[in-house]
């Protein structure tokens, strides 16, 4: 069940290079899996922007997000007591019953927000791999830690952590995998790990991210999917990868 | 008291809002916003004869106050909307709905209107020879006279129910157009459809549709939309739903008095999925403030 209301922010601050981290208050009680996402109306611009839920905490809301346009750019000067229009409870989800005794949570640069609240519902139990290109963009790797998870953190130039690619740090002894990034990591993983149950949470342009406009639709091994209804958490194995 | 009540080539709307097709799904998805038996009625997503998944992303692109959109007319094909879509409808809104239809050839578009024309939840036939997307088809029909009123004259043989042709606002003279849905038999005409526009990106230097360009629309277009309305009620004597950035009942009032009989809401549902309801709820305060007794009596208001 989709809601719109008013948020007001709480906190608003950069935690990493051209990544910010917004705490706002509001009616949260459209949100119910992890992996779902917001859209977030700004003054001055026409479309929504979604953002993908890091954390739900009673009526409190965080949503990480990095500056890559106008949208972004006008979110991360917003103050603390702002008020932000958001439509919630969009999309569907990582599947908890999937995880199995040793699910592992990948992440890539901003597509780590949404497995932070994943990894909270699995109650920590979970390997967690973190991929940056820098040391200057990681972020959350304590956070993921205070919840018990197993977190590693890979950079692309070996700034910090492990030198490499998430791949580089991801064996096959999983039950399921969860992961949230660019697409080229995406495809990446779901070629090593073939044959593990995977869920992969797919980025697209959209309109109104509540399946009216068809705007973000892709096409699946199971037919023609909407990113913000159907998904925007597929099965590995149902999504037609591209070079 | 505010009368908003309409009536539409015999179609007694409770009033004249009705979401424009391709901004509204085939109406289910709004009914986990509101109860959608509100509405005047609902203009379904563009129809064809065979499933269509429509152009490569990316496909949507923001502009100042509004969006190109280049979806392409992704629907799964009449049989498909009439089988799973209509029903799925039916339980959820128990007033007659508008079908949208869109053709690659004449034969087509009388095909797939007479299908729907059939079916008892359908109370108009909106034809779209307008669509931006698609190439050979849509667009290209409603930019040329003869080819509009070959269509018009193709579905008025096969279909019982009032057809509403829709026109492209991207031609030189509209009222050629209306003129041609009016020679061919058509009961009333939809406009405007989308403008033709184009993003291009900085960082990648190429346009931000996959496509290139796409169909513009939202809040930045009623001016263009209410002057085209305004040129073909002089033109021809049909009844015209008007649409094309309208956002408020102020605009609603503003295009009826250009010539509208109903309106459609486009753009607006898909950032604001309550905008239909709240602009029904503000019609009556608006039509107080400027001394409107009832919407039947300012239809054309502006041509005096």
């Known amino acids: 069940m989709q809601r719109i209301c008013d948020f007001t922010v709480s906190s608003n601050m950069q935690i990493a290079k051209r990544v910010f981290q917004m705490k706002l208050v509001g009616d949260t009680s459209a949100i119910v899996n992890a992996g779902e996402f917001v859209n977030v109306r700004i003054d001055g611009l026409f479309l929504r922007r979604p953002i993908s839920v890091c954390d739900v905490d009673g009526d409190e809301l965080t949503l990480i997000y990095k500056t890559v346009g106008k949208g972004t750019d006008a979110m991360s000067e917003l103050k603390s007591g702002a008020t932000l229009n958001l439509l919630t409870g969009l999309g569907n989800g990582y599947g908890l019953s999937l995880a199995g005794e040793r699910p592992l949570l990948v992440g890539g640069g901003v597509g780590v927000p949404p497995l932070y609240l994943l990894a909270k519902r699995l109650g920590g139990k979970c390997k967690v791999v973190l991929g940056f290109n820098s040391a200057d963009e990681v972020f959350y790797e304590e956070e993921f830690a205070k919840l018990g998870a197993d977190v590693t953190v890979v950079t692309v130039d070996g700034s910090y952590g492990k030198k490499g690619f998430v791949t580089d740090a991801v064996d096959g002894d999983i039950t399921h995998w969860y992961a949230c990034g660019p697409y080229a990591m995406l495809r990446a993983l779901a070629k090593k790990l073939e044959g593990v149950g995977g869920s992969v949470s797919i980025e697209e342009r959209m309109g109104c991210g509540f399946g009216a406009c068809m705007g973000c639709s892709i096409i699946t091994k199971n037919g023609v999917k909407r990113v913000c209804k159907e998904g925007p958490v597929f099965d590995a194995e149902e999504v037609i990868w591209h070079m | 008291m505010a009368y908003v009540e309409i009536s539409l080539s015999g179609l007694e709307l409770d009033n004249p809002i009705i979401p424009a097709s391709g901004t509204f799904g085939f109406g289910y998805e709004f009914a986990d916003f509101y109860d959608i038996n509100i509405l005047g009625s609902i203009a379904l997503k563009g129809t064809t004869a065979q499933a269509r998944y429509g152009n490569p992303l990316p496909r949507i692109a923001e502009c100042t106050q509004g969006l190109i959109n280049s979806v392409g007319l992704q629907n799964p094909g009449v049989d498909r909307v ?160 008007g649409m094309g950035g309208i956002s408020s009942a102020e605009d609603v009032i503003e295009m009826m008095l250009a010539g509208a009989t109903a309106v459609e809401i486009g753009a607006e549902n898909l950032v604001n999925p309550y905008a239909c309801r709240d602009i029904i709820n503000d019609l009556p305060k608006v039509m107080e403030k400027y001394g409107i007794n009832s919407l039947k009596d300012i239809i054309g208001g502006a041509h005096r």
Do not use: W
Not at chain 2, 202 to 210: D, E, G, N
């Open chain 2, 82 to 241: 009439i089988a799973e879509e209509l029903p799925k409808l039916k339980k959820v809104f128990g007033k007659k709905a508008i079908a949208n239809v869109s053709g690659f050839s004449v034969e087509e578009y009388a095909s797939t209107a007479r299908k729907l024309d059939d079916e008892e939840q359908i109370g108009i036939l909106e034809i779209n020879v307008s669509c931006p997307n698609v190439h050979d088809g849509g667009m290209s029909f409603g930019t040329d006279p003869k080819c509009v009123y070959e269509v018009t004259n193709a579905v008025k043989a096969v279909c019982k129910k009032p057809v509403y042709m829709k026109l492209t606002p991207n031609v030189t003279d509209i009222k050629a157009i209306a003129r041609a849905c009016e020679d061919g038999g058509a009961d009333g005409i939809s406009l405007i459809n989308t403008l033709l526009g184009m993003r291009i990106d900085l960082k990648t230097r190429r346009p931000v549709i996959a496509n290139k360009a796409g169909g513009f629309s939202g809040r930045a277009i009623l001016p263009v939309a209410l002057r085209m309305v305004y040129d073909v009620y002089e033109t021809v004597k049909l009844p015209i739903i």
